[in-house]
């Protein structure tokens, strides 16, 4: 149940949401999450958050009409920034989402999109960040693209520190 709870009374088991009482047997509250830009606020409006259905809906619409363009133009460069996607954030979602573009270039577009071959392969760099490994190679991660992340530098430094600490190196 999504609403606005204004209170809870933990005695009789009940909430109010938006003016109604609610009973309720077990109670998990969600309290929800803003996006976050690491500061540069200026990213929202070319990069969107991911926190719900709405948000995944618009995305996927974002993508598929970029392979729809790509698939339309005869320049190669046209196609090429295209097809290029920069995930800002490598948490959880942003690696589950890179791993669904990667998986979508692979699998899902070779029926529908025909003037374009999709490798699904992830490269490049972004000013201020650097790929890393989820699992660092001393402690026995793979050295494989599913086991990388995009993390800014001073946090790629601290993790860096600390890896060495914990994996004995």
Same mark, same amino acid.
Request: charged letters at 25%.
């Given at each position: ?7 809870? +009374?933990? #005695? $009789? =088991? ?7 009482? @609610? ?7 969600? &309290? ?42 005869? +320049?190669? #460069? $046209? =196609? ?7 995930? @800002? ?7 589950? &989402? ?45 050295? $494989? ?8 530098? @001073? ?15």
């Amino acid at each position: 149940m999504c609403g606005t709870i204004t209170a809870v +009374d933990v #005695a $009789a =088991r009940r909430v109010i949401v938006d003016g109604r009482a @609610v009973a309720y047997d077990a109670l998990v509250l969600a &309290t929800g999450a803003t996006h976050g830009y690491f500061g540069r606020e200026e990213w929202a409006a070319y990069a969107p958050g991911l926190k719900s259905v709405q948000d995944a809906t618009s995305i996927r619409s974002r993508i598929l009409d970029a392979f729809e363009q790509a698939e339309a133009t005869d +320049d190669p #460069a $046209a =196609r090429a920034s295209l097809l290029t996607f920069l995930i @800002v954030g490598a948490g959880p979602t942003g690696v589950e &989402t890179a791993g669904a573009i990667a998986e979508l270039a692979r699998n899902g577009m070779a029926k529908d999109f025909r003037n374009f071959a999709s490798t699904g392969r992830t490269t490049g760099a972004c000013p201020g960040y650097r790929r890393d490994h989820v699992v660092p190679l001393a402690c026995g991660g793979p050295d $494989a693209v599913r086991n990388m992340q995009w993390q800014t530098i @001073v946090d790629a430094r601290a993790k860096d520190r600390w890896e060495r600490r914990a994996c004995g190196r």
